[in-house]
């Protein structure tokens, strides 16, 4: 599988470092509560958090009670920001693509990932490996950005719009062609990998793996509507999946 590195990138760090920084984004306001929300309880557990970035996850499972938390992140520039304002006596960051899970000589209680695996070519390899890191009776909680949101090859604006700016309806188009995506998005060639509903949900299948559970993202209609012009697209079609699988 080919190893992406964007975040190492000057001028996409610093923006995404931004993004992070102001307290309405869809990381601390969208992802976060759901992704929580789907956990299970960490006091005494070891956990893994693939593609951890600038810790913000591996330090609240710290918080939550977990025994140990590994954070791994390809990105230099993420894991320094982690080692800066997210260690905690029990978390450790390692420098690591994630195509490269198979090296570690660990066993998890729980393996989580939020919004990492857009960048996987081979979810195949991935969910197997995440499978044999696991002990007996654990779970893999991870979310990824929905394949409602992933279609878009910039051919056409993401939103259909009324001539005041506000969003009427999401455009959806080409969502059956699998495969990379190169979009513009701080830099001219963003690259992600497209896939369905129904390929993420085979590939955690065939990794093995019991799906527990899972959730489109929502937001309620206060902050959407306080906020319309970060928001107002949400009504339209879920920016994220989350999903909850046994081991």
Known sequence: MSKQNIYDNEVFFEDYERIRSDKINFNDLIETPILHSMLPKLQG????????????????????????????????????????????????????????????????????????????????????????????????????????????????????????GKRLYANINNYFVEGVRKVPWVVKDYELYHRTVSSIINSIIQAGFEIASCKESQLPDEIRNRYPDTFGGTIHRPDFIFFRCRK
């Open 45 to 164: 557990k070891k956990v893994l958090d693939i593609g951890c970035g600038m810790g913000h996850h591996a330090k609240q499972y710290s918080d939550m009670g977990a025994e140990s938390v590994l954070g791994i992140d390809i990105s230099e520039k993420m894991l320094n920001y982690a080692k800066e304002h997210n260690s905690a006596h029990n978390v450790a960051y390692v420098q690591m693509p994630l195509e490269e899970l198979s090296a570690l000589q660990k066993k998890f209680d729980l393996v989580t990932s939020s919004l990492v695996f857009d960048y996987v070519e081979n979810l195949d390899v991935l969910f197997k490996d995440v499978y044999n890191l696991l002990n007996e009776d654990s779970e893999f909680v991870f979310s990824m950005s929905h394949p409602m949101a992933t279609a878009y090859d910039g051919t056409y604006p993401r939103y259909t719009r009324s001539a005041s």
